[in-house]
């Protein structure tokens, strides 16, 4: 149904505006005596181009005002439901570590797909590296300096994002300040991007064959957390919320495009 009233949108202008500006269809049907030969086809053409000036001015502009406010609406309640998912977690982690000023940001990671690579790869029969992208959205995390910040996947891993992708399950490192430049394999801009974090917890989104297609990290780089002393809590806190943001903002974990 709704297909057919997208083509009547599109057809109706068009429709009206070939007739305004052609009159063979109108001779012809007065030629097969289906039309009087006093039809006045001046007057029917101006009809033609109003309608369509009308229909396209108003309709259309009223549909689309309409579609703007229905996408207002709904990224109003998009934000809404981040806002209870970061308070959610927020409060949660604030009493498990003590801490009622207790900050942290909650980041996402979603694969990159490189065209470029993708094209190389199949004309050279080789496997493409496998790499998720950060995905920094309000008010879950600020676009930082964490922005554009990447790790490989596959087929040699980085970082946590990494870990938790090879195993399907729930990674953390309490002590970064003093293991994320050694054991990560991370490079340059990746420690430069994330030197400062204390900790970090990192959830593999799954799909329905419980495979990994994002992942989503908290960290924080002013409040301490001590992960090992309350794991089965922050296991059940974080598992909560990846299902409940894979089912409620499934948008979130959509990949994102490169060319090259």
């Known amino acids: 149904m709704r297909i057919i009233k997208y083509i009547f949108d599109i057809a109706v202008p068009a429709v009206c505006t070939y007739l305004a500006s052609d009159d063979a269809v109108i001779k012809w049907l007065i030629r097969r005596n289906l039309l009087s030969g006093n039809f006045n086809i001046l007057l029917f053409q101006r009809v033609c181009l109003l309608v369509s000036v009308l229909f396209t001015t108003f309709i259309l502009n009223i549909k689309i005002m309409h579609y703007e406010?229905?996408?207002?609406?709904?990224?109003?309640?998009?934000?809404g439901l981040y806002n209870v998912i970061k308070q959610f977690a927020q409060s949660n982690l604030a009493a498990i570590s003590n801490n009622n000023n207790f900050t942290f940001d909650l980041r996402i990671f979603?694969?990159?797909?490189?065209?470029?690579?993708?094209?190389?790869?199949?004309?050279?029969?080789?496997?493409?590296?496998?790499?998720?992208?950060?995905?920094n959205?309000?008010?879950?995390?600020?676009?930082?300096?964490?922005?554009?910040?990447?790790?490989?996947?596959?087929?040699?891993?980085?970082?946590?994002?990494?870990?938790?992708?090879?195993?399907?399950?729930?990674?953390?490192?309490?002590?970064?300040?003093?293991?994320?430049?050694?054991?990560?394999?991370?490079?340059?801009?990746?420690?430069?991007?994330?030197?400062?974090?204390?900790?970090?917890?990192?959830?593999?989104i799954l799909d329905e064959n419980n495979k990994v297609f994002a992942v989503?990290?908290?960290?924080?780089?002013?409040?301490?957390?001590?992960?090992?002393?309350?794991?089965?809590?922050?296991?059940?806190?974080?598992?909560?919320?990846?299902?409940?943001?894979?089912?409620?903002?499934?948008?979130?974990?959509?990949?994102?495009?490169?060319?090259?």
């Open 69 to 79: 406010h229905n996408e207002e609406r709904q990224n109003k309640e998009i934000a």
């Open 110 to 135: 979603v694969p990159e797909i490189n065209i470029f690579k993708l094209v190389t790869a199949f004309l050279t029969r080789r496997k493409a590296e496998r790499w998720f992208v950060i995905r």
């Open 137 to 204: 959205i309000e008010p879950f995390a600020k676009r930082d300096i964490t922005e554009h910040l990447r790790f490989r996947v596959e087929p040699e891993i980085q970082g946590l994002v990494g870990a938790a992708y090879e195993r399907g399950a729930i990674v953390y490192d309490e002590a970064l300040s003093i293991t994320n430049s050694t054991e990560y394999s991370l490079d340059k801009s990746q420690l430069s991007r994330t030197a400062k974090l204390l900790w970090s917890i990192c959830v593999p």
């Open 216 to 260: 989503m990290a908290f960290d924080s780089d002013s409040s301490p957390l001590n992960i090992s002393s309350n794991k089965e809590e922050i296991r059940t806190l974080t598992n909560t919320l990846a299902i409940m943001m894979r089912d409620s903002v499934p948008e979130m974990f959509k990949p994102k495009w490169r060319i090259k």
